[in-house]
């Protein structure tokens, strides 16, 4: 299957300051990547759709200048958390999905803690 | 929208037996791709099996199999001789065609494996 590297694991940051996470397709070329959130307990909830050389999809009630995502090259894609908050602690994870094969491959999950 | 209920939060099982996780969707497409993801403590998802809607024959991996009644569009995932590592979130999923399609989650279900 397909490798997808997603850095760092885990984060902690102070609140008001800003963090990346980075998600990378190590063996193809992924024209599309999604991110998700995942709260304690809960399923995966979709942020927002990366689309290489274009604005992501962002899905109702995400604050696009609160998630910022740039997908600046078809391996990789970058969320950044902009002036975290508490609240924004999260396991957050991203995926992508090879156009001929449907089946999502995912990276391996950043835990935030924002203090 | 494409929904995927997962009706039950919690299951256990003894160790080698089986155990039937259930999961229903809602979609108006007629080709479309489902998963069941298994996610450890560890929070890397991982693909359990996928079943093509366009198939008949229900998919099968090892002790995984699946049920697949489109007309009630209903996806059951059955575990055959339960394993203590068989123990984690399940994660039954939903996608239409192609690379730009997301993912759609169901609410998981945390399966204990008893020695």
């Known amino acids: 299957g397909a490798v997808v590297s997603q850095h760092p694991s885990w984060v902690i940051c102070k609140s008001g300051t800003s963090v990346k996470i980075e998600c990378r397709s190590l063996d193809f070329q992924a024209t599309t990547m999604f991110w998700y959130r995942q709260f304690p307990k809960q399923s995966l909830m979709l942020m927002a759709t990366?689309?290489?050389?274009?604005?992501?999809?962002?899905e109702q009630g995400v604050e696009k200048d609160k998630f910022l995502i740039n997908h600046a090259s078809l391996t990789l894609s970058t969320l950044t958390v902009t002036s975290a908050h508490p609240e924004d602690s999260s396991f957050y994870i991203c995926?992508?999905?090879?156009?001929?094969?449907?089946?999502?491959?995912f990276g391996q999950g950043t835990r935030l803690t924002v203090v | 929208a494409q929904t995927v209920t997962q009706s039950q939060p919690e299951m256990s099982v003894q160790e080698a037996e089986t155990v039937t996780l259930s999961c229903t969707y809602d979609t108006s497409e007629s080709d479309y791709y489902l998963f069941w993801y298994k996610q450890p403590p560890s929070r890397q998802m991982i693909l359990v099996i996928r079943?093509?809607?366009?198939?008949?024959q229900n998919a099968t991996e090892n002790r995984f199999s699946v049920n697949f009644q489109k007309a009630a569009k209903s996806f059951s995932l059955k575990i055959s001789d339960s394993q203590l590592g068989d123990a984690a979130m399940y994660f039954c999923?939903?996608?239409?065609?192609?690379?730009?399609?997301?993912?759609?989650f169901g609410k998981g279900t945390k399966l204990t494996v008893n020695p």
């Open positions: 079943q093509e809607a366009y198939k008949q």
């Open positions: 990366s689309n290489e050389g274009s604005k992501a999809t962002y």
């Open positions: 999923a939903y996608t239409g065609q192609g690379g730009s399609e997301k993912l759609v």
């Open positions: 995926s992508v999905k090879k156009y001929s094969n449907t089946e999502a491959f």
